[in-house]
Structures are given as C-alpha cells and as structure tokens.
C-alpha cells in the first residue's frame, strides 16, 4: 500500500494510527514523522473506576456490579492522592459551558485559521464527518464544549466521547492565541463532572505546556502521526509545525480503530 501511494500523484499524505512496522517502511520513502502527535496522554481522575473500566473493556461479561462497589470504595481511599487534576484559573472572565454539533461545526474552521496548512471543509462536510464520528460505539456518546469570554465569544471549543464510569476519549480540541490552558481545562473538568475515570487523548504542541502543569498525567506511545508531501511549501509547513493534525484532520477517531464489528 505504502508504495502504490508513494507512485501516486498525491499533493499531501498522512496519517495519525500508523503501527512501528509502517513507520520502518516509510521513513525510507521520506515520510515526515510528528514526534509530539505520536503521542498520547491519560488524565486519571478514579484509578480503580479506571482499572474497572480496563478489566470490563478486556472481558465484557464481567459483571460490573463486582467490580463497580470495590472500584469506589479504593478511589475513596486514594482520593487524596488522585484529587483535582489541576488548578482552575482565578480568572472569571473566561467559563466553559455545552454545545452542540451545529456550534462546534460552525466555530472549528474558524480557530483553525492559525494553522499555514488546515482543512478547507466545503458546505455541509464538516457536520457529516462529525455525524460519522458520532456512530463510534466503543467509547460513549460525543459530547461538544466551548469556552467563552465576557462578552460570549467562542474562544475555543472540544469533542470529546464519554460515559459515567468508563475512560473520557478526546475527539478535537482547539483554540486560539493564548487560551489553551482554559480550553483544556474546560475539556477536563466536563469529563471529571460527568462521572468518567479519566480522560484520555492525542497531545498536540500548543497545549502540551499546560499539560505539564496536571497532576496524574501520563504520556504513552499511541501511533505514528507522518505527512509526505511533493510540494515544497507543505512540507516546510510540516517541518515547522504549522500544520492542523489530529483529531478530525487524521484516522484515529474513525469506528475502525476501536469499534468491535463482531458483535
């Protein structure tokens, strides 16, 4: 496959699920590899409603009313320890709050515009691709967000899929100028509110920084995020991070990656 695309006239490839196998083959065809999107990160707000959620994700007749007593009487006695992931900013001008699919369709192109290289979805494709991502089963219903000013404007919005009791998985996050951290924290605390163990994602550059600043963070190999691309420009766009990858803009968040089709 990798080497029909590389004779292919293709302006832009790339991938963010690529397996170690892949990547050997396409270092040598000059695949630009993103060490930062390789990665993932886990925020863990339960660990034994994490350890449970793991246990039934592994063996699903197992039955949760076993497990579920003993995960909560452990989280209570590490509570201490696994306490509020992060400090919420002292600022009261910026307040994250639900949204739909229509408002996080609308507003995303928009705080892409940072990026030299992003997706220019014509009418109609963004909220079908969201519509595609919303029949995912593995992980819970998708659930949108946005963070506000004083003044009502969007500053930054998430996607991300949940349920009480199992492991929050990031579908997109994005932001502008210098609200990242506020926008995280948003994210995080609707998953912490809504019940689930942890939360779960791909990093990206703009808001690993703030990342560092969580307690009970981990970071992890999740899949080879690489870009090839023929015309000069991409690929100094690339080299120099200024590209909107991940997320909707990758494969990770398609039924494939996670959905068990046999049953």
Known sequence: MLRALHQGEFDLQ???????????????????????????????????????????????????????PCARALDAVAKRRFGSPFQPSSSHRVHAEPINAAQFAERLPTLLSDYALRPSWKDG????????????QADGPLHFGGTYDET??????????????????????????????ATLDGLVAAARDMGCAGITGQTQGKFMPHLFGYRNVFFRYAG??????????????VRSGDIAIGGLMGDRWTRLSSDDFGR
């Open 152 to 181: 009502g404007k969007m500053l930054g919005c998430y996607a991300f899929y949940g349920r009480v009791g199992d492991m929050a998985v990031l579908l997109q996050i994005q932001t502008s100028g210098h609200h990242w951290g």
């Open 125 to 136: 494709e963004l909220p079908r691709l969201l519509a595609l991502a919303a029949e995912k």
């Open 224 to 237: 080879g995020t690489m870009v090839r691309s023929r015309i000069a420009e991409v690929a100094q766009a």
């Open 14 to 68: 790339l991938t963010d699920s690529a397996n170690r196998v892949s990547l050997a083959f396409a270092r040598p065809m000059k695949y630009q590899l993103l060490p930062v999107h390789c990665l993932g990160w886990t925020c863990i707000f339960r660990p034994a409603a994490m350890a449970a959620a793991a246990l039934h994700r592994r063996w699903p007749g197992l039955p949760r009313l076993a497990l579920d």
